[in-house]
């Protein structure tokens, strides 16, 4: 552990980089999937703007309860059932997950599609439901 402080104090240009390109880098790929939104700014964007929500989660998990209006298109079938989004294609769309972790993914493999308008909602359904914000089944 002495070693590796001595390190540290001696090489704190190098240190202090790595840091830096780090940060970058987090920046980078969270810009490439898309924005995060707080459920109540994905609330307003999707009807202010008749966009979509599109819950990533497995059918058996949409069907137990899911935002109203919401497509269900698995993350893993995302590719495969890609069409059934393109009359939203200058909609804003809004990715929901369990936690908000798929969504990211998800959110890169639309903007790579040329679909502009991709957002994340954070926290995902576990936030929509700690904020008891509505759900149908």
């Known amino acids: 552990m002495a070693l590796f402080l001595e390190f540290l104090a001696q090489q704190w240009v190098l240190v202090g980089a790595i840091l830096v390109l ?7 790929e969270s810009r490439r999937s898309g924005p995060s939104l ?8 999707v009807n202010g703007e008749k966009g979509l929500f599109v819950d990533l989660r497995d059918a ?3 069907k137990k309860g899911h935002i109203v209006g919401a497509v269900n ?7 495969e059932r890609m069409a059934e989004l393109e009359k939203y294609r200058d909609k804003p769309l809004v990715l929901v997950c369990k936690m908000g972790q798929q969504s990211g993914a ?3 493999q639309l903007k790579a599609a040329n679909y502009e308008r991709v957002y994340k909602m954070s926290g995902g359904m576990m ?7 509505p759900t149908v089944t």
Request: proline share 6%; charged share 10%; glycine share 8%.
């Open 22 to 28: 780090f940060v970058l880098l987090i920046m980078h």
């Open 38 to 45: 707080s459920p109540q700014q994905a609330i307003n964007l």
């Open 60 to 62: 058996g998990e949409f």
């Open 73 to 79: 298109i698995p993350a893993a079938k995302l590719t």
């Open 106 to 108: 998800a959110g890169k």
């Open 127 to 133: 936030e929509w439901g700690n904020l008891q914000l």
